[in-house]
């Protein structure tokens, strides 16, 4: 089993601050997703990265790759109530997908 | 666009009784995939569909079997439903195996098992 972790678990916030989700890895991914999921819902992709060392920024959210393809990380600047939700991150190896176990987002305004 | 349908959304069964959840992609998808999601657990993939006409074992298989009736239906069957079981399901679909292609999932099957 190739186990992801996530950190942390959870996190509550007010709007307006800054936030880093972690997601590491003892296994190399060829690629890695970030996902969102809202209550009721099916989780959502946010990106993809491939490459080790790679950042890849979507608004206010930035995403890293790490150089050895093990980690990554989200970090969200001036976080809002919109961003409320659980944060999944998934490695990929082929055509199979190993997801952490998630951040539960609060953002209160 | 529907993307991927999942049914029932919720379902209560007693110990022992048998089921079969249901999934279509209406988008071409090559592979497709069943997960469960417990508290705290993330998502833990049962079985997958690479193309049509395969099925392998994901991380979680013991208690479930997978159909891939066609390119578009992949089906999960519960043939003796257990308390462990209970879970929300959810079923996604890829446009191809690698490269790290977007997973499009579900809205989930929300199963109590009694």
């Known amino acids: 089993t190739q186990l992801l972790e996530q950190s942390p678990q959870f996190l509550s916030i007010q709007e307006g601050e800054n936030l880093t989700v972690y997601c590491n890895s003892s296994s190399v991914f060829s690629s890695l997703q970030w996902y969102r999921q809202e209550p009721g819902e099916g989780p959502v992709l946010l990106v993809t990265?491939?490459?080790?060392?790679e950042v890849k920024k979507l608004k206010r959210l930035t995403f890293q790759f790490g150089d050895a393809r093990k980690d990554s990380s989200l970090h969200i600047t001036a976080a809002q109530p919109g961003d409320t939700g659980l944060y999944l991150c998934a490695g990929i190896d082929f055509n199979k997908f190993y997801f952490g176990s998630g951040t539960k987002l609060n953002v209160k305004p | 666009n529907a993307g991927v349908t999942q049914t029932p959304k919720f379902q209560v069964l007693k110990t022992g009784q048998s089921m079969t959840l249901q999934c279509a992609q209406d988008?071409?998808?090559?592979?497709m995939y069943w997960y469960r999601q417990d508290p705290g657990m993330g998502l833990r993939l049962i079985y997958y569909?690479?193309?049509?006409?395969?099925?392998d074992k994901g991380e979680v298989p013991n208690g479930y079997n997978v159909s891939r009736l066609n390119k578009r239906e992949f089906s999960l069957r519960l043939e003796s439903a257990a308390p462990s079981q209970t879970s929300v399901y959810f079923c996604?679909?890829?446009?191809?195996?690698?490269?790290?292609?977007?997973?499009?999932f579900g809205d989930g099957t929300r199963l109590s098992i009694l």
């Open positions: 990265v491939v490459t080790g060392g």
């Open positions: 996604a679909s890829t446009l191809g195996a690698g490269g790290g292609q977007p997973q499009h």
């Open positions: 988008m071409n998808h090559n592979s």
């Open positions: 569909s690479a193309s049509e006409g395969t099925t």
